[in-house]
């Protein structure tokens, strides 16, 4: 039986076949409400038997579809809590201490599923964790062929007894937040290290762009090389426990039902929570598309993941934040992390975007940077000011336009606030090129909101680029101390 039709027989299987009204997990005890904005609740019961949905004086009746889903939209409220929501059909369900405040969708990779008791300070960060009023939607680690109704996972409070296994830039961002807004934070974490984004997008939003077949082509490779590859990981295997199982044991190839499949990870771990109503998502991924083959198609790729979860959610364009990699030092240099970093940057062009930009604390030798507290604020101060409109500056520069004076090339930007400066002194990480396109160092000078870049080694100059490596020494930053993105002027 192929994978597929298992999945879709286990999906029937799944589906209530009893009497009684069933809810997702993410309708549970502890759960958060998105404030000012009508929120939908579902579940599934009997064809014909009328449900009943009661919270905080409203009362919505349904009637479940031939195939028993409903659906209600609670009215919007401001925050407040805790309530109780009450569901009755032929039994009844009762959902305690919930709380309305602001949601956001934590997803990516390992760097957003790293936890706070791996990072920084964490000892006393945990302890100092306690706040009912931050709390997390935990969704497991999930593959499936075909979108899934419900998704295993559960809420809980921060506290010392919980907040370590949180996602340490989910929490940081969410702690910044309740801090600055004073209402009830959650957020619903769903990410899974080591996967690539392609695992994150629904098959029909891939499939509708022939720019993004390269990714298919990709996936396609992997599959017919699956069997070479399993050969290859046995005898590994075998020499492993020849030599006494020393070491970890060599991990196994990807291949059919692998969390790298296409769309799986959309089907098991997003389309559960759809279409719970949010304020917005925060993801952290791209070190797995960071290859010279993959990096190039990354940027159409995650601005259809952006443009497809907001109509699947079905609330319009709401505010996506993301996390440019940060430098990293990684054993067989070449191009494929700038070149992601640029993706990441060109990203910017679709709407209600924001960026946190990590090329100063990274790890040169751990990819996994433990600096998750300047992760999460960075993301905050772009949440202040696309989704609750709060004038600051919350970008570091972003390079705007490039011009050639003389023997010098004057760079202007974005997001210079008060003023252009260099972090330790002297700016790092300036390359410049004339027309044979050879790249070498360039000092570089700040001159009022704009840089100057010159070397002596090039008297003509046409390009350049700022901190193109894996591990850059990049220096330039604003007043505010935010650093500037990577980037290059011609590609």
């Known amino acids: 039986m192929g994978m597929l039709l298992r999945s879709l027989v286990a999906l029937a299987c799944a589906l209530p076949l009893a009497a009684d009204v069933r809810l997702p997990s993410l309708f549970a005890d502890g759960m958060v409400l998105q404030r000012d904005r009508p929120c939908p609740i579902w579940g599934r019961a009997d064809a014909g038997e009328l449900v009943t949905v009661t919270f905080d004086g ?17 009215r919007a409220r401001p925050a407040g809590g805790p309530f109780t929501i009450e569901i009755a059909g032929k039994n009844t369900i009762r959902i305690s201490d919930v709380l309305v405040g602001e949601v956001w969708l934590a997803s990516g990779q390992s760097n957003m599923g790293w936890q706070v008791r791996q990072s ?14 931050i709390r997390f939607f935990k969704v497991d680690n999930t593959v499936a062929a075909a979108p899934a109704w419900d998704v295993k996972g559960a809420w809980s409070a921060a506290s010392p007894e919980t907040t370590g296994a949180y996602s340490a830039v989910g929490y940081f961002f969410a702690r ?18 080591g996967t690539p984004a392609e695992s994150w997008v629904r098959a029909s939003a891939l499939a509708a762009d022939p720019a993004l077949l390269p990714v298919h082509s990709y996936w396609a490779r992997v599959i017919e090389d699956y069997p070479e590859a399993m050969l290859r990981h046995s005898a590994r295997v075998a020499e492993w426990e020849a030599k006494g199982s020393q070491g970890p044991r060599p991990g196994q190839p990807a291949g059919p039902g692998h969390p790298h499949t296409p769309s799986v990870l959309w089907n098991g771990m997003i389309a559960p929570l759809v279409p719970y109503a949010i304020q917005g998502a925060i993801w952290y991924q791209g070190e797995t598309n960071a290859s010279v083959t993959r990096a190039p198609h990354y940027h159409r790729l995650f601005s259809t993941l952006i443009t497809d979860w907001r109509r699947a959610f079905g609330q319009g364009d709401f505010p996506f934040l993301f996390v440019q990699l940060a430098n990293y030092a990684r054993p067989g240099t070449n191009d494929g992390w ?61 390079y705007r336009q490039a011009a050639r004076e003389g023997n010098e090339m004057r760079l202007w930007f974005h997001h210079t606030g008060a003023g252009l ?22 000092a570089a000078r700040i001159d009022g909101h704009s840089v100057r870049v010159s070397s002596a080694e090039v008297k003509v100059p046409e390009q350049v680029r700022y901190g193109w490596a894996d591990d850059p020494a990049a220096t330039l930053t604003n007043s505010e101390g935010l650093p500037a993105s990577p980037f290059r002027t011609r590609e």
């Not at 910044?176 to 290290?193: C, D, E, F, M, T």
């Not at 604390?361 to 202040?384: F, M, T």
């Open 58 to 74: 409203q009362q919505h009746q349904v009637m479940p579809d031939a195939i028993g889903r409903w659906q209600v939209t609670l």
């Open 120 to 133: 920084n300070n964490a000892e006393q960060e945990i302890a100092a964790s306690a706040n009912p009023r």
């Open 176 to 193: 910044h937040l309740h801090q600055k807004l004073n209402v009830p934070v959650a957020i619903l974490q769903s990410a899974w290290g």
């Open 338 to 398: 700038p070149l992601l970093r640029e993706a990441q940057l060109k990203t910017l062009g679709v709407t209600n975007t924001g960026m946190a930009v990590t090329i100063d604390i990274g790890e040169s030798q751990d990819i996994h940077p433990k600096n998750k507290q300047d992760v999460g604020h960075r993301l905050a101060l772009a949440a202040r000011a696309l989704a609750y409109g709060e004038k600051l500056v919350y970008s570091g520069p972003l």
């Open 421 to 442: 400066a260099a972090r330790g002194g002297a700016l790092q990480g300036f390359e410049i090129a004339g027309a044979d396109g050879k790249f070498v160092p360039a």
